[in-house]
């Protein structure tokens, strides 16, 4: 079942948002060749904490062997598709670094990822970033009263396509509210003009995940890892939007 919100609810929504968007504000200003990705996510709690929110993916038990995600933000370089977990990991020059940030405040999820080019980036990274950039913004002008749900899952499959990139399908998108992961599943693949029609305060977490080669991805021994499994680059973008009656509203950009 699709939890419409009401304009209260969306305006609480637009909290956890704004929380989310200043951390991304917070990363952009430290991330940078030398630093640990473990020192990314203490900035990122910090961040969350000081904001009486809570960090919604700390303690967050998956479905792989049911252990709990260590820490507060998932960090996934290159051939890491999701779900990273920050640690001693040194940031290399002419890395993508996926960062992905859940928050909770006053009862409400927000939920959004950037990945970061680090220092000077291969031109096959610089166009996979490209493309999975656009699928997400072009995605987000589609999330319009009267569309259908799987008009996004096309749109984005379209531009991963285009430059001969595949999508990840073990994992998708998801609405979002009083809970992380809501109905409906947003598939990044598919054709247009199925599943249910887009109505006035649904809120969507849209998150085009693009592989430089096949969509095969697999799930290291940590348990949490997801790396492409022919170890190619992989990129992701994710914005929290909400479907209102004037077009889309994104709420996690500031
Ligand atoms: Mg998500």
């Known amino acids: 079942m699709i939890i419409c919100k009401s304009a209260n609810e969306i305006r609480l929504m637009r909290e956890a948002g704004r929380i989310v968007a200043k951390v991304f504000l917070k990363i952009e200003e430290i991330i940078k060749p030398g630093i640990t990705t473990g020192y990314i996510d203490k900035i990122a709690e910090e961040v969350i904490t000081g904001e009486k929110a809570v960090p919604a993916f700390k303690g967050y038990v998956g479905k792989v062997g049911k252990k709990p995600f260590p820490n507060s933000v998932c ?14 990991r040194v ?7 996926s960062i992905d940030i859940g928050v909770k405040i ?3 999820y927000g939920d959004a990822t950037r990945t970061y080019k680090v220092g000077n980036v291969s031109k096959i990274a610089e166009r996979l970033w490209n493309a999975t950039k656009e699928a997400l913004d072009k995605s987000i ?5 009267g569309n259908r749900l799987s008009d996004i899952s096309n749109v984005i499959e379209n531009r991963a ?27 990044n693949y598919g ?64």
């Open 161 to 187: 396509i285009i430059d001969g990139f595949s999508v990840v399908k073990d994992f998708v998108g998801h609405g979002i509210g009083r809970e992380m992961h809501e109905d409906p599943q947003i598939l």
């Open 75 to 88: 960090i996934s370089i290159d051939e890491q598709v999701v779900h990273g977990i920050p640690g001693r």
């Open 191 to 254: 054709p247009p003009g199925q599943g249910p029609v887009l109505k006035q305060g649904m809120v969507l977490a849209i998150e085009p995940m693009f592989n430089q080669g096949s969509s095969d991805v697999e799930i290291l021994s940590d348990l949490w890892t997801v790396v492409t499994r022919d170890r190619k680059l992989s990129c992701h973008f994710e914005d929290t939007v909400a479907v209102l009656e004037n077009g889309p509203s994104i709420l996690t950009r500031i």
């Open 91 to 97: 940031i290399k020059d002419g890395e993508l670094v």
């Open 141 to 145: 002008e589609l999330c319009v009263v």
């Open 106 to 108: 006053n009862g409400f």
